[in-house]
């Protein structure tokens, strides 16, 4: 109960950034779709944002390294605050774009801290306890993000600024908190073709992975409104997805942990390829049935990244696990820059259906690949524990390394 309280001021912080970050993908796209934005131009939106995601999880250890914990949090909570008070300044989807670069840089910087300084004040027989809440907090806080877009008027000044306020006020508990931070991580080396060395199937599937999350969050609010949803019924859409992974993490992983990892990722690719298409057809069934159809795909879907680093893993030294994870994350990176304004043409081209299209076929050839994989060599007797992977940072290979190496 001691470790929970000194984490309070930290928690805290990751729910107000959650709520301001969360809420501005989909009040991005509702509101591109007020001001006339083509669909390109929304999904443009998303692919800035994790442009700029990207370029945050690699920034964010060097800026930790020479100005600490505590000023990095406020100099990337200052970026994503100044991105969204702009948005109203300049109506222009370029210029949003660069504003959304900024919110991305912003949350993956402030993830960055939190769970390095997380990673440095828990214990072997903490890690887990802590872990948790500090999962369950950030889901919660999701959750309540995707709800909020039912109360928040597009193409609204006070709608921005209200989510600028939450952001600005996610530095008061980090800063004001009286516990020590801990000391400068070291940044870890970025060498993508290390995730396909050890395992080129986990890299296929973070890229599936990352098509699957940045196109559902960052263009599944145009699909909403094209299918008849209203504002509050496409916070409850993006919300019933989140709820979906998260019920899916305990089963997936015992599934994982019990049997061949590759036959655990196929078999969810083909899970998610049936949900894309039940999605498909759910929506001329109604709000409850586009509901179902978005809670399955989340349950489907969420594991996979999860699954796919677990598979890497099993193949990495212990010396490679922090600079795996962060190869995974530039693969992730690739899939999430490139889906959402992939998604947006070719909705524009073939209609809303085409989103869940895209991903089914990016399933299909991940169960072909994994299928081929399965023939090129066989599964290690020694594994590591299925861990739920939080994609928000390099320095969660930390957590994981120590979680590994004491099994």
Known sequence: MRLMISFAALFLSVVLLQLSSGGVGPLDALSGLTLDFTKSEVGLLGSAHFLGFFIGCWWAPRAMGSVGHSRAFAAFTATGAIGLLAHMLIIDPYAWALMRVASGLCVAGCYTVIEAWLQSKVTNETRGRAMGTYRSVDMGASLVAQLMIGVLEPASYV??????????????????????????????????????????????????????????????????????????????????????????????????????????????????????????????????????????????????????????????????????????????????IASPLGASKLMEA?????????????????????????????????????????????????????????K
Request: some cysteine; hydrophobic content about 50%; aromatic content about 10%.
């Open 159 to 336: 709608s921005y600024n209200l989510l600028a306020l939450l952001c600005c006020a996610s530095i008061i508990p980090l800063t004001l908190t009286t516990a020590r931070p801990p000391d400068t991580p070291s940044a870890p080396r970025l060498r993508p073709m290390l995730a396909i060395t050890r395992s080129p199937l986990a890299a296929a599937g973070v890229i599936v992975a990352g098509l699957n999350s940045a196109a559902f969050r960052m263009v599944g609010p145009v699909y909403g409104q094209e299918v008849g949803l209203r504002p509050d019924q496409i916070g409850i859409f993006l919300a019933a997805f989140v709820a979906g992974g998260a019920l899916a993490q305990v089963p997936s992983g015992w599934l994982a942990d019990k049997y061949d990892r590759r036959w655990v990722l196929i078999w969810l690719s083909i899970a998610a390829i049936i949900s894309s298409v039940f999605t498909v057809f759910s929506a001329t069934g109604g709000t409850t049935m586009v509901l179902l159809g978005a809670a399955v795909f989340g349950f489907t879907t969420f594991p996979i990244y999860s699954v796919a680093a677990a598979h890497a893993h099993d193949f990495a030294s212990s010396e490679e696990r922090v600079e795996l994870s962060a190869a995974l994350m530039f693969w992730y990176a690739v899939g999430a």
């Open 350 to 406: 073939f209609g809303p259906t085409a989103l869940f299209m895209l991903m089914a076929v990016g399933h299909a050839v991940l169960v072909v690949f994994g299928l081929t994989r399965m023939r090129a060599r066989s599964t290690p007797k020694k594994r590591t524990s299925y861990v739920y992977a939080p994609r928000t940072s390099f320095t969660i290979g930390r957590l994981l390394r120590r979680h590994r190496d004491r």
